[in-house]
């Protein structure tokens, strides 16, 4: 099974910023649907029954208290004048808070063979591009500042992936709460 692991947007608010963010941003790229926005920690790609015990077991070692991130900035993958992913960044604090708890997912899963690909960078997807939409600096030089509001982090989760036609369809494995 395809495994990731993740933190989800939960607050109502947020979401709402960013569907109408989506709403009013004029490209032509796939909206992620808003129940499905997270911050991938690390993807794990496809897993072994055995291995998932594994990971769950690895993963229930990790300690962190709560925290709360901004959710603030817009940005491309790879570049602007050939966007394939537009993607919400964090607050510095928040984003330092969210590689502090990257590296802890990424210690505990080592040892299993589980290593990111590339280094974790703070953002959530929302939009993905699948054709060539051309340069669209101008539009998001417009939205750059936008604030989209407080999500409070107090929990990671173990997801599964399933590819389907009208895009992946997303469960819990398992879930991680953070020590009060």
């Known amino acids: 099974m395809r495994t990731f692991v993740a933190i989800e947007i939960s607050n109502n608010d947020v979401k709402n910023a960013i569907k109408n963010f989506q709403n009013n941003l004029k490209i032509d790229a796939n909206p992620i649907d808003v129940n499905q926005l997270h911050f991938t920690l690390q ?12 990971i769950s077991e690895s993963l229930q070692t990790i300690k962190f208290s709560e925290f709360s991130i901004n959710l603030k900035g817009i940005g491309v993958f790879p570049k602007p004048k050939f966007p394939r992913i537009i993607w919400i960044g964090t ?14 997912v990424e210690n505990v899963l080592k040892p ?58 997303y469960s819990d494995l398992e879930e991680v709460i953070a020590v009060k």
């Open 112 to 169: 299993l063979g589980l290593v990111p690909d590339k280094p974790f960078k703070p953002h959530i997807t929302i939009f993905r591009i699948k054709k060539k939409i051309g340069d669209i600096t101008k539009e998001l030089n417009e939205q750059k500042l936008v604030d989209f509001g407080i999500q409070k982090i107090f929990s990671v989760k173990l997801k599964k992936s399933e590819l389907t036609s009208s895009g992946p369809i």
């Open 91 to 104: 607050d510095e604090k928040g984003g330092e808070n969210l590689i502090e708890l990257a590296k802890k």
């Open 43 to 54: 993807f794990l790609g496809e897993i072994s029954e055995d291995l998932l015990e594994k």
